[in-house]
């Protein structure tokens, strides 16, 4: 569901995080209730074709979504997605809205809500778009059966991420 303004989620992102209301709305962030707990929802939207205009929030809703639970359990984050996604970038489908569509540089996140807070900060004043990688740097989850997932939104983005001059990218400084 939609934000609610002064709702948990809301205060944690607008209060705690000090993200802008104008940006979640962009990035079309997300409030759920599960087991009364409160998870923030970042939506993932399909990769642009190269060719094909990019619309505003496209028009069959995101591909898929990631939860995240405001509280922590032990400490630690936990996180979950909609079954079997597709990976992609974090905000791809802002290249076009107002405040990106003279984006001619990406930022490349470890996570959501340090590219909503890079949004927050005015990079679109520097023609940076803002994005994120879906499960960091490294997932650990890996099967070496499998390809990584951080290949799989490489490899879907690939030829999106050329039409831009630079991509930067910022990483958490741990391991």
């Not at 934000?3 to 205060?11: A, M, R, S």
């Not at 997605?81 to 003279?102: D, I, M, R, W, Y």
């Not at 499960?135 to 390809?147: C, M, S």
Request: charged residues 25%; aromatic residues 14%; negative net charge.
């Amino acid at each position: 569901q939609p934000l609610t303004e002064g709702g948990p989620v809301w205060n944690y992102l607008t209060e705690t995080r000090k993200l802008d209301p104008a940006v979640l709305q962009a990035f079309d962030v997300r409030e759920y209730l599960t087991h009364g707990k409160w998870s923030m929802v970042f939506p993932y939207y399909a990769v642009p074709t190269v060719d094909a205009p990019v619309p505003l929030l496209g028009p069959a809703g995101p591909e898929w979504l990631k939860f995240e639970l405001l509280d922590r359990v032990n400490g630690k984050k936990r996180e979950w997605t909609s079954k079997a996604p597709e990976k992609s970038l974090f905000g791809v489908q802002l290249a076009k809205h107002p405040f990106f569509k003279k984006a001619r540089h990406v930022l490349l996140c470890e996570g959501e809500k340090d590219a909503l807070a890079w949004a927050s900060y005015g990079c679109n004043e520097w023609e940076v778009l803002p994005l994120s990688v879906p499960f960091g740097a490294k997932w650990k989850g890996q099967d070496k059966l499998r390809p990584s997932p951080n290949r799989e939104w490489l490899d879907r983005s690939w030829d999106w991420l050329q039409a831009f001059e630079t991509i930067f990218v910022q990483m958490d400084g741990d391991e």
